[in-house]
Nanobody, 123 residues
Framework: QVQLVESGGGLVQAGDSLRLSCAAS????????LAWFRQTPGKERELVAG????????HSSQSLKGRYTISRDNAKNTVNLQLTSLKPEDTAVYYC????????????????WGRGTQVTVSS
């Protein structure tokens, strides 16, 4: 059993920052890739970024390019997503997901998911 729990979401104004966290438990954390996705109602879930157990990263979102940083703390079994200069179009539910192996862009490649944390950016 793998459990992922996101935290850190909330309501912010445009230009603000948020730090999202995901705590993982239930298996050997260091062997898994961790990734952040986001989804707006009516739209497809999209990969923001992923990070392997060794720290290698894949940055996928062009709309968020330069406005986020993904990091991982294996000792604490957590992955973080620092969001800066937030825009209203960044409003979404942000999900943490994990899989064995490389970072993948397709959500269907990830068997384990957190329940998400809501990020709302007002103008």
């Amino acid at each position: 059993q793998v459990q992922l729990v996101e935290s850190g979401g909330g309501l912010v104004q445009a230009g603000d920052s948020l730090r999202l966290s995901c705590a993982a438990s239930g298996r050997t954390f260091e062997t898994y890739t961790l990734a952040w996705f986001r989804q707006t109602p009516g739209k497809e879930r999209e990969l923001v970024a992923g990070i392997r157990w060794n720290g290698d990263t894949m940055h996928s979102s062009q709309s968020l390019k330069g406005r986020y940083t993904i990091s991982r703390d294996n000792a604490k079994n957590t992955v973080n997503l620092q969001l800066t200069s937030l825009k209203p179009e960044d409003t979404a539910v942000y999900y943490c997901a994990t899989r064995v192996g490389l970072v993948r862009t397709d959500p269907s490649e990830y068997p384990y998911w957190g329940r998400g944390t809501q990020v709302t950016v007002s103008s």
